[in-house]
């Protein structure tokens, strides 16, 4: 029980609240900004759609794997946390 309670309020503090932190980060907002520049340069070389295709399914795994990774960090983080309270008796 304990297990689906805490995946049901990371996965909250995932979705909602982390984003309004993430979007508020300067340095965050910044390699967004290289991101979308590189995008950018990247539409310039004209490769074919085969070519373009292959980047962007490369990208979307990479980008989903990263996002599966902070995901099970932020929810161990969470873990570990809950596991420290209940030592301590809090």
Do not use: H
């Not at 980060?25 to 074919?48: I, N, P, R, S």
């Amino acid at each position: 029980m304990e297990s689906g309670i805490l995946n049901m309020i990371a996965k909250y503090m995932i979705a909602d609240r982390l984003e309004d932190f993430v979007s508020s980060d300067a340095q965050y907002q910044g390699m967004q900004d290289e991101v979308a520049q590189l995008d950018a340069q990247v539409a310039q070389l004209k490769l074919t759609r085969e070519d373009r295709l292959m980047i962007d399914r490369l990208l979307c795994a990479n980008n989903a794997s990263n996002a599966r990774y902070s995901e099970l960090a932020y929810m161990q983080g969470f873990r570990d946390c809950a596991a420290l309270m209940k030592e301590i008796g809090s």
